[in-house]
């Protein structure tokens, strides 16, 4: 098992690897600032064409060194097996064109080049010049990406119309009076008083602008964009598995996948009405659940009563999983939980700064008009979005900056990995009594059900393959993809909504979960079928290798 005691010595390989890291730092400085890291606070990428020729040059000429050089070690058979998956890949996509044409509600520059905000501090006046700062470059930002918009159409490729729709909606809302925007500038403090007049000034200036630059996109997606724009949602098999492999950095058999779904959908199903007779004797599942949701002791009122609670479950989990399941270093003891600053629905991660002096965050972005939160449904989000979930992933990387190259502690997120290990690590709490109180039992089975379903629709709508018998008819359609995801998500309409809209739009990712967990589980059980096999030795050796592929994991620990 590595230990922190166990550094390496830096090699050629992790060179190329660490100059590769600075490169895209300098490409896309917004990444410095998710980094925590100084002198990039008001800048943004080139999100023009010639901005993602340049990634893809970095790539290239990184590809080409790494050919040149032999793995000194273990560690660099990682490092070389990772990188040149992920980084072909990202050629393979750019070569295809659609990542010019990227658009969709949650994972788009539209939303990025406003989301940066949220991660930067405002504690001091110098903070609140770079906010400023930032804000009068986003013209510049939207500008760039309008650019490549306006390339990829006229190459004809344009993301669906529902999803250029959703964009609209949500670039006006951050360009309002009553907008991000503008309440950033109006609800600006220092010490609890107001900024000093130049500074406002300058800060109302550069919101104005930011503002402007958002109408102008919104302009250009219903003026250019919206007439061209496909109806139809499913983006076909070719770009499908292009998607697939890139949320997984796996190879998967599709209808295979497919199938497996179904068959793990009917499983959890049956699973939840077992524990639905716990409940009450002869009790449906949506009796059982009427039934949690009915009782005064598993509700909240309130987002400070939710976040409150958040913040309570995960410091528990903390302190008891450290050094008996996990090896938690007191620099990722710490893990904030946060209501977001927006109302689109969804609960998020993002991880600490590279010095740990900005700690990991749990977010929840509750949607308009929501006050009201059961706990047993959400047990388990907070262990997947917490500890050991994400934050135990992301933090572990991060940390062992004595075992790890700057491209695998800060760079490498693959969405299988990642997000497959946060969904057994829900399993994992199932596993270690966390989650025996029936109700919370339940949530579990609720999210993991959901997580089945989205296997089974984003396959079958984007493929357009036939409607298990249980399910309907004919073959797979958006339409008939939202009822069936109101039968087996356990959500609010307005996440709901905000769900079946992100499926649709970026392809590959909400399966990533699932099958993510499927890959990791099988890992597991091959390692556990060998002589002195330790669980606790598991997670610590699976976690210090950083986020990779899956397929690229396999390969690194059952070598």
Not at 292 to 299: F, G, I, S, V
Not at 409 to 427: D, M, P, T
Request: hydrophobic residues 40%.
């Amino acid at each position: 098992m590595t230990t922190p005691a166990d550094i390496r010595p830096r090699t050629a390989i992790d060179a190329v690897a660490d100059e590769y890291t600075d490169t895209l730092i300098a490409l896309n400085p917004t990444f410095a600032t998710t980094l925590g890291l100084p002198g990039h606070e008001t800048e943004y990428q080139d999100y023009s064409p010639a901005g993602a020729e340049a990634f893809a040059a970095a790539a290239r000429e990184t590809l080409d060194r790494l050919a040149a050089l032999a793995p000194q070690d273990a560690s660099d058979v990682v490092t070389l097996d990772a990188m040149r998956e992920r980084l072909g890949l990202q050629l393979e996509i750019h070569e295809s064109g659609w990542d010019a044409a990227e658009l969709n509600n949650i994972a788009s520059p539209a939303q990025d080049i406003r989301a940066i905000f949220d991660l930067m501090p405002i504690d001091t006046a110098e903070h609140w010049e770079h906010i400023a700062g930032r804000a009068a470059n986003v013209p510049a930002a939207v500008d760039g990406y309008i650019a490549s918009l306006r390339s990829a159409k006229d190459a004809g490729k344009v993301s669906a119309a529902r999803q250029v729709r959703i964009v609209i909606e949500q670039t006006l809302k951050y360009a309002a009076e009553n907008g991000f925007f503008a309440k950033l500038a109006a609800g600006a403090r220092l010490d609890g008083k107001p900024l000093p007049a130049g500074l406002q000034r300058t800060l109302d200036a550069g919101t104005a602008a930011a503002r402007s630059a958002y109408s102008r996109l919104a302009s250009f997606l219903e003026s250019e964009l919206l007439p061209l724009a496909p109806e139809k949602d499913a983006v076909g098999r070719d770009r499908y598995a292009l998607a697939s492999r890139a949320f997984l950095g796996a190879t998967v058999d599709l209808e295979e996948t497919y199938a497996w779904g179904v068959e793990e959908l009917q499983r959890l199903i049956t699973e939840q009405e077992r524990v639905a007779e716990q409940i009450k004797p002869g009790a449906s599942i949506e009796e059982a659940k009427s039934i949690l949701n009915n009782d005064p002791a598993r509700q909240i009122k309130g987002t400070d009563a939710l976040k409150a609670w958040m913040q309570d479950l995960s410091d528990r989990a903390v302190a008891e999983l450290a050094d008996v399941h996990f090896d938690i270093p007191d620099a990722m003891k710490t893990l904030e939980c946060l209501i977001a600053p927006t109302d689109e629905g969804g609960i998020y991660y993002t991880g600490p700064s590279d010095d740990f002096s900005r700690p990991g965050r749990m977010w929840w972005s509750v949607p308009a008009g929501e006050d009201t939160f059961t706990t047993w449904a959400e047990t388990t989000t907070v262990y997947h979005e917490g500890v050991p979930g994400h934050h135990l992933q992301v933090a572990t990387a991060t940390y062992r900056r004595e075992l790890l190259n700057n491209w695998r502690r800060n760079v490498c997120w693959v969405s299988g990995h990642g997000e497959g290990w946060a969904l057994y690590a829900e399993k994992l709490m199932l596993e270690l009594g966390y989650l025996k109180d029936p109700g919370d039992h339940m949530g579990m089975l609720d999210m993991q059900r959901m997580r089945a379903a989205r296997v089974v629709f984003d396959i079958g709508v984007h493929l357009e393959l036939e409607i298990p018998e249980r399910w309907g008819s004919g073959t797979w359609t958006p339409e008939k993809g939202l009822d069936f995801l109101k039968a087996n998500l356990p959500i609010s309409e307005g996440q709901l909504q905000f769900e079946f809209t992100r499926y649709l739009g970026w392809p590959g990712q909400a399966p990533s979960y699932k099958v993510g967990q499927r890959l990791w589980e099988e890992i597991r059980a091959e390692l556990a079928k060998r002589e002195g096999f330790e669980l606790k030795a598991f997670h610590t050796d699976a976690l210090n290798i950083g986020s990779v592929g899956l397929d690229t994991l396999r390969r690194a620990l059952l070598s």
